[in-house]
């Protein structure tokens, strides 16, 4: 019996159920987290579902933008500072490796064939999840590259988790108490926190690439809890704010931690609120993202994470080469 992929029609909930069910499924691949890129965008999603028989086996949603006639395809859509998507396999856990392979490739097989068929791509670029085997895409000749974030476990006591840091961020946590405060808050915060991030590329003579409009849009529509502004207040004024996305078992750092506006270590101590917070709770995994870029690396590796690879998979016809070359970058400056 082969594997047949078709647009998906069904109920929201059962999408996410099988999204939280996957190994590789995140807060990215669930159904509103689409819908609000795809009303934040110029392109139209495309909810992708295999079957192999009535067994679901796979997720993945594309978002085709049209510029000039020309259909392009991406997952993740840019140009929104979400770091992958890409394809997700379920009820897979207890397979073989020569049936998880064999499963993995057609199923990615029938996705890209329908790719073909229904909106004839001439770009087609995707961001894996990590652990995701991307071999079916190099088997059908698109170029992979392997990126890299930083996860950190916090599945541990807290105090664990600080002593494991370097000595200079440690120095940081916890000092200033009477002077910093931080605080979860809600529109305000949000505002204040892509405000920051705005000047802080103009000074670099860059445009920062994420609307205020997508990120109050998450807020709003999002599930509670999922999307999480932390600000960091000195003498009754924000000074700095980071903003956090939570799933069922990660929390990943998303925008902010620009240079505070104040002469005490702001963006550490959010980040430890992040942790504590996120550890109450139950979570088990802090993604710090920033590990494609040296400069971030240099802060994020602080924290002491594990290096962990995902790909970035791409294929484009010679015409398209000047939009490749504009996603690199937004890629490059976004993560």
Same mark, same amino acid.
């Given at each position: 019996?082969?594997?047949?992929?078709?647009?998906?029609?069904?109920?929201?909930?059962?999408?996410?159920?099988?999204?939280?069910?996957?190994?590789?499924?995140?807060?990215?691949?669930?159904? +509103?987290?689409?819908?609000?890129?795809?009303?934040?965008?110029?392109?139209?999603?495309?909810?992708?579902?295999?079957?192999?028989?009535?067994?679901?086996?796979?997720?993945?949603?594309?978002?085709?933008?049209?510029?000039?006639?020309?259909?392009?395809?991406?997952?993740?859509?840019?140009?929104?500072?979400?770091?992958?998507?890409?394809?997700?396999?379920?009820?897979?856990?207890?397979?073989?490796?020569?049936?998880?392979?064999?499963?993995?490739?057609?199923?990615?097989?029938?996705?890209?064939?329908?790719?073909?068929?229904?909106?004839?791509?001439?770009?087609?670029?995707?961001?894996?999840?990590?652990?995701?085997?991307?071999?079916?895409?190099?088997?059908?000749?698109?170029?992979?590259?392997?990126?890299?974030?930083?996860?950190?476990?916090?599945?541990?006591?807290?105090?664990?988790?600080?002593?494991?840091?370097?000595?200079?961020?440690?120095?940081?946590?916890?000092?200033?108490?009477?002077?910093?405060?931080?605080?979860?808050?809600?529109?305000?915060?949000?505002?204040?926190?892509?405000?920051?991030?705005?000047?802080?590329?103009?000074?670099?003579?860059?445009?920062?690439?994420?609307?205020?409009?997508?990120?109050?849009?998450?807020?709003?529509?999002?599930?509670?809890?999922?999307?999480?502004?932390?600000?960091?207040?000195?003498?009754?004024?924000?000074?700095?704010?980071?903003?956090?996305?939570?799933?069922?078992?990660?929390?990943?750092?998303?925008?902010?931690?620009?240079?505070?506006?104040?002469?005490?270590?702001?963006?550490?101590?959010?980040?430890?609120?992040?942790?504590?917070?996120?550890?109450?709770?139950?979570?088990?995994?802090?993604?710090?993202?920033?590990?494609?870029?040296?400069?971030?690396?240099?802060?994020?590796?602080?924290?002491?994470?594990?290096?962990?690879?995902?790909?970035?998979?791409?294929?484009?016809?010679?015409?398209?080469?000047? +939009?490749?070359?504009?996603?690199?970058?937004?890629?490059?400056?976004?993560?």
């Amino acid at each position: 019996m082969g594997i047949e992929v078709s647009p998906y029609d069904g109920a929201v909930d059962t999408w996410d159920r099988h999204v939280a069910n996957s190994p590789h499924g995140s807060i990215f691949h669930q159904s +509103s987290f689409i819908d609000i890129l795809e009303e934040h965008s110029d392109g139209v999603a495309h909810k992708l579902i295999g079957y192999k028989g009535e067994e679901p086996i796979g997720l993945f949603s594309v978002l085709e933008i049209k510029k000039a006639g020309i259909s392009s395809i991406f997952s993740p859509p840019p140009r929104m500072g979400i770091p992958f998507q890409g394809p997700i396999l379920v009820n897979s856990e207890q397979l073989k490796q020569r049936k998880l392979d064999s499963r993995n490739k057609a199923f990615i097989d029938r996705c890209l064939e329908w790719c073909d068929e229904e909106l004839n791509p001439r770009y087609k670029v995707i961001r894996t999840p990590t652990k995701y085997d991307p071999r079916p895409f190099v088997w059908d000749d698109f170029t992979v590259q392997p990126r890299y974030t930083y996860h950190l476990d916090i599945q541990r006591d807290p105090e664990e988790i600080q002593n494991s840091f370097s000595k200079s961020l440690r120095r940081y946590i916890g000092q200033n108490d009477e002077q910093l405060r931080i605080e979860e808050q809600g529109e305000e915060a949000i505002r204040f926190i892509y405000e920051q991030m705005e000047t802080r590329y103009e000074e670099q003579n860059l445009d920062y690439p994420i609307s205020l409009e997508l990120l109050v849009a998450l807020y709003n529509e999002l599930p509670d809890g999922q999307f999480r502004p932390y600000v960091g207040i000195v003498d009754g004024e924000r000074v700095g704010g980071i903003i956090a996305l939570e799933d069922t078992d990660t929390i990943y750092f998303y925008e902010g931690g620009g240079k505070p506006d104040a002469d005490v270590p702001v963006n550490d101590n959010i980040h430890w609120e992040i942790i504590t917070r996120a550890c109450e709770r139950g979570l088990s995994t802090y993604d710090l993202s920033g590990a494609n870029n040296p400069r971030l690396c240099d802060y994020k590796s602080k924290f002491n994470p594990e290096l962990e690879l995902y790909y970035e998979i791409e294929k484009s016809t010679p015409v398209m080469g000047l +939009s490749l070359y504009v996603y690199k970058y937004v890629s490059q400056n976004t993560s």
